[in-house]
């Protein structure tokens, strides 16, 4: 897998003390709020903290709508992945293993953004997603 970057999402209880606490306490100088979250820029990973009522939106009540067919989780890794075909090839070696793949599907985003996002679980449950940016805020394709 080749991956363009690893996002961590975990569900957080108060955005604004999570933002306080890892800028001031922390002293991690890119955290700042992005998209209703706040967003953590380190060397090769970024951490997304969302309060719990919009993280559950996302990854619990989303399953029985196609924004996200995957079991109810606390926190998911995300990669992004150059094309769709590698999304696709991933899914299907994990298929064949003791790890779990979900039917690949599209979100579009508030801000416009098309995404292709393929789920997997590991042996262990826990949630991978292999996000393939199809188009960018303004529907460009990338």
Known sequence: MKTQ?????????????????????????????????????MPGMTIFLAETEAFTKYSREAMRTPLLPVPATDAFLSCAISTVAEVDDIL???????????AP?????V????????????????LWQLVCNLTDVHGNAV
Do not use: W
């Open 5 to 41: 970057g690893v996002v961590l999402s975990l569900a957080v209880t108060d955005a604004g003390r999570s933002l306080a606490f890892y800028r001031d306490v922390v002293g991690i100088e890119g955290a700042k709020p992005a998209m209703g979250m706040v967003c953590l820029e």
């Open 92 to 102: 299907a070696a994990v298929a064949g293993s003791a790890g779990k793949a979900f």
């Open 105 to 109: 599907h599209e979100i579009k985003h």
């Open 111 to 126: 801000n416009g953004r098309m995404q292709y996002v393929g789920t997997f679980a590991d042996p262990d449950g826990h």
